[in-house]
């Protein structure tokens, strides 16, 4: 584990996080070995996440973060005077969210969705029954600049059951510079922000009202706040994160706040992030199927407001 006192300046969506043992921590890692469904549950109880160093096949993260690259390259998106695996973007090139490289990429396919593959192995242990996945893969290439602002999942993927769980996989070794994820310690068991601002979904709009639907949920893009010391102060807990290397994975419930740490490195910071559930729960259908419809007009629900 880190020591606090290695860990720099971090920064995300431009604000300096604000330092101290009380505003800062590092993630606490789990052996994922003779660990049973009931400890898992336990620490996904208390803590909101499990994180897993040096679980998947490192191989295969490489192979998917290949693809990646290889697809980014041939669309003319890399820098040709470094090295592919680098990751370095054009100065030129503005990556965020490339969901669509997630599609036709096998080894990445493989390593978050194969039956026997490791982590559907690790979530049905977890889960203790038959596991469904999303469809859809949110997958990041996030070019130097700012990080994912601080939000819940709940209020993108909240129609099925609440007992969902996102894996966070960096495809690449993700150094405080490069800024990976970030989770505020606690957040999960705030009833408040679980009552407010957790019964959101981003899809919904006012079928009665349509002068207030920009106001409403439908409006917003779903983030808590920009402001990462703001949401700390105001529901307490420290901002908890890591250097993640090849092979880790972070798993957190719907219900945890948590965001992106600016990427102030030279190279594109590379993730993805997918969803989990037990096969016999309702999911949501945004997410599912052949062609999930996702936050497109076809995904989007009217309500009486
Ligand atoms: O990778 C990021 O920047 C954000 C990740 C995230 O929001 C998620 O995994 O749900
Ligand atoms: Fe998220």
Avoid at 71 to 99: I, R, W
Wanted: hydrophobic share 30%; charged share 25%; net charge negative.
């Amino acid at each position: 584990m880190t020591a606090l006192c290695t860990i720099p300046a971090l920064y995300s969506r431009g604000h300096k996080l604000d330092e101290g043992d009380h505003e800062i921590g590092i993630l606490n890692s789990i052996p994922h070995t003779g660990i049973g469904r009931d400890s898992l549950q336990g620490r996904i109880s208390e803590d909101g996440y499990l994180f897993l160093r040096d679980y998947l096949d490192k191989d295969e993260v490489l192979a998917a973060r290949r693809h990646v690259l290889e697809q980014l390259a041939a669309e003319g998106k890399l820098d040709p005077s470094a090295p592919l695996m680098e990751g370095v973007p054009k100065s030129e090139t503005e990556l965020y969210f490339q969901p669509e490289l997630a599609q036709n990429n096998p080894p990445l396919q493989h390593l978050l969705y194969a039956p026997q593959g490791r982590l559907m192995r690790c979530f049905s242990n977890f889960l203790g029954g038959e596991v469904r996945h999303f469809d859809f893969t949110w997958l990041r290439c996030i070019s130097p600049g700012l990080g994912t602002p601080s939000h819940c999942d709940i209020v993108y993927m909240g129609r099925g059951t609440r007992k969902l769980y996102t894996a966070w996989v960096p495809l690449g070794d993700t150094d405080f510079q490069a800024g990976g994820l970030m989770i505020l310690e606690g957040s999960h068991k705030n009833v408040r922000l679980q009552n407010t601002y957790g019964q959101r979904d981003v899809d919904s709009y006012c079928t009665n009202r349509p002068d207030i639907q920009t106001k409403t949920d439908s409006g917003r893009n779903g983030w808590l706040s920009e402001d990462p010391n703001k949401v700390r102060k105001s529901l307490g807990g420290r901002w908890l994160t890591s250097e993640y290397n090849v092979g880790d994975v972070v798993i957190f419930c719907m219900d945890i706040v948590h965001g992106g740490l600016d990427n102030r490195s030279h190279r594109l910071r590379i993730s993805s992030d997918s969803r989990y559930q037990l096969a016999s729960e309702p999911a949501d259908d945004r997410w599912v199927g052949e062609n999930p419809p996702g936050h497109t007009s076809a995904g989007k629900r009217g309500r009486i407001c």
